[in-house]
């Protein structure tokens, strides 16, 4: 949390976000100074998203950093915001689109998602959607807009 800013992140990118948004810059100046991973031959994606809550109102972005088709010399950056966003609507992006070698970067507009009243529907629909075989883990955060309160889910397949 960056006062009303609520950063999350597949990654260490996390800090710089935070790091430098707490110098005044940007999420998308922030997210310049990062790049995929350099985990020949994906090259992971680096997803983020920063929701900022104010006056009982909230909008939020996401970025994904990815490789360009697998060439490690470009980054290709996108960033999708959303304002005054519909009550019970969100957007989801995730790393990968399917099995593959090399596994193929997530690709196009984020997906638009329904959001029910319960964490818990939500966190265990979005699990049960992912690729078996490529779902590793899953951070979800309801916010009370009126009140500021939080509730958070995160399953991790591995533990």
């Known amino acids: 949390m960056l006062g009303n800013k609520t950063i999350v992140t597949n990654g260490d990118q996390t800090d710089t976000i935070y790091d430098l948004m707490n110098q005044q810059m940007t ?3 922030s997210l310049r100074t990062r790049e995929f991973e350099d985990d ?9 998203g920063i929701i900022k809550t104010s006056d009982n109102d909230f909008n939020y972005a996401m970025s994904i950093l990815k490789s360009a088709d697998g060439d490690p010399s470009s980054c290709r950056r996108y960033t999708f915001s959303y304002n005054n966003p519909q009550s019970g609507v969100g957007h989801f992006i ?10 193929p970067s997530f690709s196009g507009e984020p997906k638009q998602v329904s959001i029910p009243n319960c964490i ?7 699990w049960e959607s992912l690729n078996e075989d490529n779902k590793v883990s899953l951070f979800v955060r309801f916010i009370d807009l009126e009140s500021g ?6 399953i991790n397949k591995n533990v």
């Open 149 to 154: 309160k939080t509730d958070t889910r995160i």
């Open 27 to 29: 999420f998308e100046q």
């Open 40 to 48: 020949a031959p994906n090259y992971t994606p680096r997803i983020s």
């Open 120 to 126: 818990d529907e939500f966190t265990n629909g979005l």
């Open 94 to 103: 995730h790393t990968y689109m399917s099995d593959g070698d090399p596994l």
